[in-house]
């Protein structure tokens, strides 16, 4: 797919006196666009190719636009087509939890797959969404987990909160056809229980607790204080590897014996993704000083004294560290700053 630059379209807008407020028109919908074309796509990357090509389209197609919608469902209606245009003949974007395997033992080879198009993290700051449990990488996930049009369907109605005609009219297809989908959508994630969650907007006095807990164990290298801190039937996977493990225990052994930092070698740094929390974990290097070693993303659950780690989703794509804005580097004397005892 040819896609355009931000600055071939701001020349094209900046050329037109007609249509001088283009820019700062669907400027406005960038990050919920964002959000879509994310949620469609799995991919950060191509989300932001899929946003700007919107645009151009909007910009070539704008003399036409009679306002017989709000130019938010024109945009959108654009931006759906142009992800279907772009996900013809392109395989899902999984985690290795989602690929039907077995889960590993701590034992067991690490196998490393970068062919695999695998799904990819947002930094929040990067979207608008109006609920948060629509952005969350779980559900993404899900959504990797059907054809292209009924996750443009299940999208368009669910998160959107489109009516089936309005559905129907931006697929250039029926409202049977669309309930039809969104019906078949709906029984394929049920059954791989694969429902969302809600993700509450702003962390807990208990969640905060959890998560300066979780952060002290790994500079600790507490592995018992990590496991304490895991559900029962906790879960972690690491793309680009194929394996991924279950149970506490499990994960415990393989932060262990396979993640190479000692105590006082593994800092992690606070961030956000997919409206989850999530930690930019660093390893100490030879020369003394630490450098991106891999991006986790937490799934929390339960509350008060029942609170858990029940997911966690390490990506060892160092080039992550910059999109989320998290330091390219952290000096030899830098020590996390650990809540107080008690």
């Known amino acids: 797919m040819g896609s355009a630059t931000v600055t071939e379209i701001e020349t094209a807008v900046a050329g037109s006196e007609e249509l001088a407020d283009f820019d700062t028109l669907t400027g406005r919908y960038q990050r919920e666009l964002m959000a879509?074309?994310?949620?469609?796509?799995?991919?950060?990357?191509?989300?932001?190719?899929?946003?700007?090509?919107?645009?151009?389209?909007?910009?070539?197609?704008?003399?036409?636009?009679?306002?017989?919608?709000?130019?938010?469902?024109?945009?959108?209606?654009?931006?759906?087509?142009?992800?279907?245009?772009?996900?013809?003949?392109?395989?899902r974007r999984p985690l290795p939890t989602g690929l039907g395997t077995a889960d590993s033992a701590p034992a067991d080879e690490l196998l490393e797959d970068h062919e695999v198009p695998w799904l990819e993290p947002i930094p929040d700051a990067a979207v608008e969404v109006a609920e948060r449990d629509t952005i969350r990488l779980a559900f993404i996930a899900a959504l990797q987990h059907l054809p292209a049009r009924q996750r443009a369907v299940l999208i368009l109605r669910d998160v959107l909160r489109w009516s089936a005609a309005e559905t129907a009219t931006a697929l250039d297809t029926t409202t049977a056809a669309v309930n039809s989908a969104l019906q078949r959508a709906h029984a394929q994630l049920a059954e791989r229980g694969l429902t969302p969650e809600t993700v509450e907007a702003d962390l807990d006095a208990a969640q905060k607790g959890l998560l300066d807990a979780y952060l002290e164990a790994f500079w600790r290298k507490d592995i018992d204080r990590i496991v304490q801190l895991l559900t029962y039937d906790a879960t972690w996977d690491m793309p680009p590897f194929l394996n991924h493990?279950?149970?506490?225990?499990?994960?415990?052994?393989?932060?262990?014996?396979?993640?190479?930092?000692?105590?006082?070698?593994?800092?992690?740094?606070?961030?956000?993704?997919?409206?989850?929390?999530?930690?930019?974990?660093?390893?100490?290097?030879?020369?003394?000083?630490?450098?991106?070693?891999?991006?986790?993303?937490?799934?929390?659950?339960?509350s008060g004294d029942d609170l858990r780690v029940e997911h966690v989703t390490a990506f060892f794509d160092t080039a992550l560290f910059a999109r989320f804005g998290l330091p390219e580097r952290l000096p030899a004397d830098y020590v996390p700053d650990l809540a107080p005892a008690g």
């Open 36 to 91: 879509h074309c994310y949620r469609m796509s799995g991919s950060v990357h191509e989300a932001e190719d899929l946003v700007q090509e919107t645009f151009l389209r909007a910009w070539k197609a704008s003399a036409n636009f009679q306002g017989r919608s709000s130019v938010r469902t024109w945009l959108y209606k654009i931006a759906t087509n142009v992800c279907l245009t772009n996900l013809e003949s392109k395989p």
């Open 245 to 302: 493990y279950r149970g506490p225990e499990n994960i415990g052994e393989l932060i262990g014996t396979k993640c190479p930092g000692g105590v006082a070698d593994m800092p992690m740094v606070a961030t956000t993704a997919n409206g989850q929390p999530a930690f930019g974990l660093y390893m100490r290097q030879p020369e003394g000083h630490f450098e991106p070693f891999h991006l986790q993303v937490l799934q929390m659950v339960g």
